[in-house]
């Protein structure tokens, strides 16, 4: 069966200091390694209701990283033309609903553009009460979940969750991302040069290894994709916070590798991760 490195009986018990450093031992107990009686089941199915019309790559970045952070199974549910370089893509992904242990949403589309059909799919997705990405264009859904959430806001969509100016984000971080937190009653991972990741009691947890090349597009995609990969495979966690650290840090390690110190694209970020995983696992 599935040996989980570390669940909510077997974490480390390193204390929640405020503002503690999040690191690569630390996000090292957040990897699930398959046993020998596992099957893609029992791994984690993750599903996916992101892309758009206009932003088709988003659904194709989340899954990509996501299967090559370590699940069982992706689902993805979105329109035509993203099911379709989805698949293109990542021909093993599967296209049609099903059990899930959890959701990555929002990615690549815009709350005032959001079609019925995919209005439907994020409303099934928040009322099944697993473990949930809100990422992007679902970041105003918070209110519907019924399962534990994870809000990923970058500084504007914080600004904007919380109706303050984007500047004001920036001169406190740490204060927002604690009052998104309480606001919403979610973990709230915070992005930018140092991620900040905020727990609704207060606690509060930084990853520092990202690279300046990480700010390209499509790389809050991939983030997504990691975080859902690890709760799919954690999907029985109340603490959300240490999964959501730990995703940020495998992010930021896989761009240091791909970066090598210029330029990568994000999919260059999702290839290195099977290695950020292996090392972590080893």
């Not at 089941?41 to 206009?54: C, D, E, K, L, N």
């Not at 709760?231 to 966690?237: P, R």
């Amino acid at each position: 069966m599935l040996r989980v490195v570390s669940t909510r009986d077997t974490a480390p018990t390193y204390r929640e200091h405020m503002g503690e450093i999040f690191g690569r031992d630390e996000a090292a107990a957040w990897i699930a390694v398959p046993g020998d009686d596992d099957d893609k089941y029992t791994r984690g199915v993750v599903g996916f209701a992101t892309g758009s019309a206009r932003y088709p790559g988003a659904a194709v970045l989340g899954v990509e990283a996501a299967l090559r952070t370590g699940v069982g199974m992706v689902r993805y549910l979105g329109p035509g033309r993203a099911t379709r370089l989805v698949l293109q893509s990542r021909p093993e992904t599967v296209t049609t609903d099903g059990r899930v242990q959890a959701w990555v949403l929002g990615s690549g589309q815009d709350p005032a553009e959001r079609d019925e059909l995919t209005r439907l799919q994020i409303e099934t997705a928040l009322g099944q009460g697993v473990p949930v990405v809100l990422d992007a264009g679902a970041l105003d859904v918070w209110q519907r979940a019924t399962g534990p959430r994870v809000l990923t806001p970058h500084a504007g969509e914080l600004a904007r969750l919380l109706g303050v100016a984007r500047e004001e984000v920036l001169a406190d971080r740490e204060a927002a991302a604690r009052r998104a937190a309480e606001t919403t009653g979610g973990t709230v991972l915070l992005k930018g040069a140092e991620t900040l990741i905020a727990s609704p009691g207060g606690e509060l947890r930084r990853v520092r290894n990202a690279t300046p090349w990480l700010a390209t597009a499509g790389a809050g995609d991939a983030l997504a994709g990691i975080l859902g990969a690890l709760l799919a495979t954690h999907a029985d966690a109340t603490d959300l916070a240490p999964p959501a650290a730990a995703a940020a840090w495998i992010h930021g390690e896989a761009a240091q590798r791909a970066s090598g110190g210029g330029p990568f694209t994000v999919l260059d970020l999702c290839a290195a991760l099977p290695g950020v995983v292996r090392d972590l696992v080893a």
